[in-house]
């Protein structure tokens, strides 16, 4: 077995746990697009190329409301900007021969639980970076194909059930953050304080879902960003250390 295939492997073993995440959480997606009418085939088609959950999520529901393309551009904008720092972040460890139009074919695959594993390679190369993106992208796929083919069969009391594995994928996420830094406790309750607002008070009730995702999103990190600043200094920071 040569190096590239050994690299290959390598990166198809370290993709096994994201395509298990991914084919729960895409489970969910496929099931909330059917739910807002989207078919089978159009759920399974926006996961094949996108690959972007929370911009999936918040895209579909956008998509309900006829016309909104400024709302639609403006939210996935503020949802998926992190994966042009994570690019940055990758391209200063890319092997030389990962260049041209190979890092716009697999920049595709950037995404958050795919990066942190490129991330810890000391030189990454184009076919491990293939192997590591070949099973998620199966697993994303497959699970909105399988959550969609499935929310018109299943009775509407599970539909309802499975739906909040959404919300529970969120906690599991934010919640361990929020162990970590007293600063994501702060922002997660900007959010959900600015996002209660927009949901129930007069007049902010009126404000499109999309423009609503993005404020809320940019005003807490703004915030956040102000009352705990991190220290370029610090190496133990994260600021430090990119």
Partial sequence: MNKTMKN?????????????????VSFTFGIIAVQYGLTVWEATLISMTTVTSAGQFAGVKIMM???LWLDMLISQLTINVRYSFMSIALSQKLDKKFSGI????????????????????EKLTRSFWLGLSTLPWIGWSLGTFLGAFLGNVLPASVMSALG???????????????????????????????????TYVPILNKVSVG???????IASAVIVAILFPV???DPDSEGGAL
């Fill in 164 to 198: 909040l594995a959404l919300y529970g994928m969120f906690v599991a996420i934010v919640v361990p953050e929020m162990k970590k830094e007293k600063a994501v406790i702060i922002a997660v309750i900007i959010a959900a304080l600015l996002s209660t607002a927009f």
């Fill in 102 to 121: 190979w890092r716009w074919l697999l920049a595709f695959m950037v995404t958050d639980e795919i990066f942190a594993v490129g991330i810890t390679e």
């Fill in 65 to 67: 409301v006829p016309g």
């Fill in 231 to 233: 220290d370029d200094d």
């Fill in 8 to 24: 290959y492997r390598r990166g198809l073993m370290a993709g096994i746990p994201i395509a298990l995440g991914y084919l729960s």
């Fill in 211 to 217: 423009i609503s995702i993005s404020i809320c999103a």
